[in-house]
């Protein structure tokens, strides 16, 4: 599953960044940046409440898929032009982490 096909079947709502057809290996759910970097999976879709320019910088160095920000968490100024100029997604949905996990885990399945 590519990155816009998740966030199409999940109605997510972009903030940043380009939609883009990498693909989702996974899920991760933390909000602290050095625990996300040492133990997310390249291709992962990161939910988090993390919406500031340090965010944008751990997906890039971890070779994350997107962001997810969810329970409406708010995206930096700053975090939304970083993430526009490295191609990093951003999406916000209301759904809270493990809501967002499962249905990912769901679309995975197949």
Known sequence: MTVKDMAQSLS???LAGEEN?????????GD???????RAGEGNAWITVMGNI???AVAKLAELSCIIL?????????????ADSNGIAIYASGETA?????KIAALLAG
């Open 70 to 82: 969810c329970e409406d968490a708010h995206l930096d100024e700053d975090a939304r032009i970083q």
């Open 21 to 29: 057809n990498d693909v989702v290996t996974g899920c991760y759910i």
């Open 54 to 56: 340090n965010a944008v």
């Open 12 to 14: 997510l709502a972009k």
């Open 32 to 38: 602290l940046l050095s625990w996300v970097m040492g």
């Open 98 to 102: 493990y809501a967002l996990a499962v």
